[in-house]
């Protein structure tokens, strides 16, 4: 069943933190949340990006994107013609400030097995934060053993390989970690599923601005939380 469908405003019914939303993604999930991290960062207490590179690494250009925003070396990496941007985004309002940015906390893996996104663009990546951020208010995490997928204590393929649906036994809990660090101090891990997974009409809610993202998305939704608990949002 559809939650969000059978829902007339379903956001009324979640006793939700909106304030408090923390947001991950691996790989092109992760540039996505860099550049909803740098948009909306008053929204924002936290950000999560695993096998990513920094804002705006493309400038647009989909040879750059491609190459100097995977793994080519040789491609350059212009962190200064990025800030500008940056700058130019901030002064007109498309950005958030530097000060709204301040305030997250920001969590960044890369593994060094991976042979999608090279480690020096990951390295741009801390770089770009480290313009914000004293490095103690940032976690950065580069794995040795890890290709390009999302790391888990046992689940996944073996921990050097990358193959779908991309998801690495590795013996680290990277869900835990960066949630731990974006969200606070967690429960211990249930043993079972204290909720459900709902798919979510997003055509339906976006409109036609949503029309390029895929027609279903899922929320998982702890039964307390359906009872009116308080929760947090995280956006993967």
Same mark, same amino acid.
């Given at each position: 069943?559809?939650?969000? $469908? *059978?829902?007339?405003?379903?956001?009324?019914?979640?006793? %939700?933190?909106?304030?408090?939303? !923390? /947001?991950?993604?691996?790989? #092109?999930?992760?540039?996505?949340?860099?550049?909803?991290?740098?948009?909306?960062?008053?929204?924002?207490?936290?950000?999560?990006?695993?096998?990513?590179?920094?804002?705006?690494?493309?400038?647009?250009?989909?040879?750059?994107?491609?190459? $100097? *925003?995977?793994?080519?070396?040789?491609?350059?990496?212009? %962190?200064?013609?990025?800030?500008? !941007? /940056?700058?130019?985004?901030? #002064?007109?309002?498309?950005?958030?400030?530097?000060?709204?940015?301040?305030?997250?906390?920001?969590?960044?893996?890369?593994?060094?097995?991976?042979?999608?996104?090279?480690?020096?663009?990951?390295?741009?990546?801390?770089?770009?934060?480290?313009?914000?951020?004293?490095?103690?208010?940032?976690?950065?995490?580069?794995?040795?053993?890890?290709?390009?997928?999302?790391?888990?204590? #046992?689940?996944?393929?073996?921990?050097?390989?990358?193959?779908?649906?991309?998801?690495?036994?590795?013996?680290?809990?990277?869900?835990?970690?960066?949630?731990?660090?974006?969200?606070?101090?967690?429960?211990?891990?249930?043993?079972?599923?204290?909720?459900?997974?709902?798919?979510?009409?997003?055509?339906?809610?976006?409109?036609?601005?949503?029309?390029?993202?895929?027609?279903?998305?899922?929320?998982?939704?702890?039964?307390?939380?359906?009872?009116?608990?308080?929760?947090?949002?995280h956006v993967s």
């Open positions: 069943r559809s939650f969000w $469908a *059978c829902a007339e405003d379903p956001l009324e019914q979640l006793n %939700l933190h909106t304030e408090q939303v !923390t /947001i991950s993604g691996l790989s #092109s999930g992760a540039y996505m949340a860099g550049q909803y991290h740098l948009a909306h960062a008053e929204q924002v207490s936290g950000v999560a990006m695993l096998a990513g590179g920094p804002y705006y690494c493309a400038q647009g250009n989909l040879g750059q994107a491609m190459a $100097a *925003c995977l793994h080519k070396e040789d491609a350059p990496i212009h %962190l200064d013609a990025i800030n500008r !941007t /940056i700058d130019d985004y901030q #002064s007109r309002g498309l950005l958030a400030s530097d000060s709204a940015i301040k305030d997250s906390k920001v969590w960044i893996f890369h593994g060094d097995k991976d042979e999608t996104v090279g480690r020096h663009v990951a390295e741009h990546l801390v770089k770009q934060y480290q313009q914000w951020f004293k490095q103690d208010n940032i976690t950065v995490i580069f794995d040795d053993e890890a290709n390009h997928h999302f790391p888990t204590m #046992s689940e996944g393929h073996a921990c050097d390989i990358s193959v779908s649906p991309f998801i690495g036994a590795c013996q680290f809990d990277a869900a835990g970690a960066l949630l731990t660090t974006t969200v606070g101090q967690l429960n211990a891990p249930s043993t079972s599923a204290q909720g459900e997974v709902y798919p979510i009409k997003q055509h339906q809610l976006g409109g036609d601005s949503a029309k390029s993202i895929a027609k279903n998305g899922y929320v998982y939704i702890p039964d307390v939380c359906l009872d009116g608990e308080p929760c947090s949002l």
